[in-house]
């Protein structure tokens, strides 16, 4: 009953909607009397706020804080499954609720944040640790993962950076973590690969670079009531602020400049500590990374380390470790056996240990290890 009365508002709200159009068409072919008036249409439609016409009628935003309140669980083979029913997670709780069964979803991601958290310190043995070192309480301030040896491992060191996004540390994909399975959306099993092969482990959180904080509506209402400005002028001021943000929520999600600057970062401090660089990083394993390298100005020899020293594991129908051609060959880009993105990480798992284990052994037998291991790879002079 309630779906069918949201329904016939919604259907009520286009048909006048509609109506108005059509009178401004009919407006817009008259003079300079039936012009005013079609402008003052346009401004009416302006004000209308579609977000708000489908908030009427919708439940609370208020969601469980711990995954029980949610009623789900990871079982023993770390799938989320519902306590009673055993089934996966339903993202249609509510039909015609797309934006309250969004907001679900995500207060679900945010617990699962934390609960791999959780897991990196007790399943990983891992420590927490907040940068900077030295920040006062008063200071931002983020945090990573590391383990007890990270800083002292005089042998290798393992640092896992996640892709951009909502993912936070440990994470490879929220949706994989919901919809599949722990191992394939966390970074736990290359941890603990990394921890028994002997290596120092740091795992870095890019994405946590700022916090939103949220007004209450206490003090909106105190806020706009101390203004001296009129309240048409006020709501025209919300409704830009309101159109700005959704812009910048858009750029966030399918561009995050933090990471991207971060990437950049790396061929710049190459450019300008070359040697140190080169020095100490043995191998890069890049998981369907979009970075560009001739944004820079990358000399020849950083270029040449790039092919003998990185790998890029992307998205393809071909199999595992089979050769994908490149328009800008900066470094050998293989197959990681999957068409789909968010998979890559956990699909060339064990292809990537094998090159970083490739590396170290050729490094220290102090020869170069050959760009092209595998024997159906592409020459990447020849393109």
């Not at 508002?9 to 072919?29: C, E």
């Not at 920040?135 to 040896?149: C, G, L, N, R, V």
């Not at 640092?159 to 191992?183: C, P, T, Y």
């Not at 092919?307 to 393809?316: A, D, I, L, M, P």
């Amino acid at each position: 009953m309630i779906v069918l009365q949201r329904l016939m508002y919604i259907y009520l709200s286009i048909l006048n909607l509609l109506t108005v159009w059509v009178m401004m068409a009919q407006l817009q072919q008259g003079g300079p009397d039936e012009k005013e008036k079609t402008t003052a249409l346009k401004d009416l439609l302006s004000r209308i706020d579609l977000d708000e016409l489908m908030k009427k009628d919708e439940p609370p935003l208020e969601f469980p804080d711990t995954l029980e309140g949610f009623e789900y669980i990871f079982n023993e083979k770390g799938q989320l499954r519902h306590i009673k029913t055993g089934e996966p997670f339903v993202f249609n709780y509510r039909e015609d609720l797309h934006r309250w069964n969004q907001k679900r979803y995500e207060a679900l991601g945010e617990i699962i944040t934390k609960y791999v958290y959780e897991l990196l310190q007790t399943e990983c043995h891992l420590k927490k640790v907040t940068l900077p070192v030295d920040a006062t309480e008063s200071e931002p301030k983020s945090f990573i993962f590391m383990s007890e040896d990270a800083l002292t491992n005089p042998d290798k060191l393992l640092v896992l950076i996640h892709g951009n996004g909502v993912v936070r540390a440990g994470q490879w994909a929220r949706r994989l973590i919901i919809n599949e399975d722990l191992d394939s959306g966390t970074q736990i099993p290359y941890i603990k690969r990394a921890i028994e092969e002997g290596y120092g482990v740091i795992v870095l959180n890019p994405n946590e670079n700022y916090i939103e904080v949220e007004k209450t509506k206490a003090q909106v209402q105190l806020s706009s009531d101390s203004s001296d400005e009129p309240a048409e002028k006020r709501e025209r001021k919300d409704k830009i602020q309101k159109e700005t943000k959704k812009r910048r929520d858009f750029y966030e999600k399918y561009r995050n400049p933090q990471k991207e600057k971060e990437t950049m970062q790396m061929y710049i401090r190459m450019i300008q500590r070359e040697a140190e660089v080169k020095n100490k990083v043995t191998a890069v394993a890049l998981t369907d990374s979009v970075h560009n390298v001739w944004h820079q100005e990358v000399g020849k020899s950083i270029r040449e380390w790039m092919r003998e020293n990185c790998c890029n594991w992307v998205s393809s129908s071909e199999p595992l470790d089979t050769s994908v051609e490149s328009m800008l060959p900066d470094c050998p880009r293989v197959s990681a056996g999957t068409e789909r993105h968010e998979l890559t990480s956990w699909k060339s798992f064990p292809s990537i240990f094998k090159f970083f284990s490739e590396a170290v052994e050729a490094k220290n037998s102090a020869v170069k290890p050959t760009p092209m291991r595998r024997s159906n790879r592409i020459k990447y002079e020849e393109l």
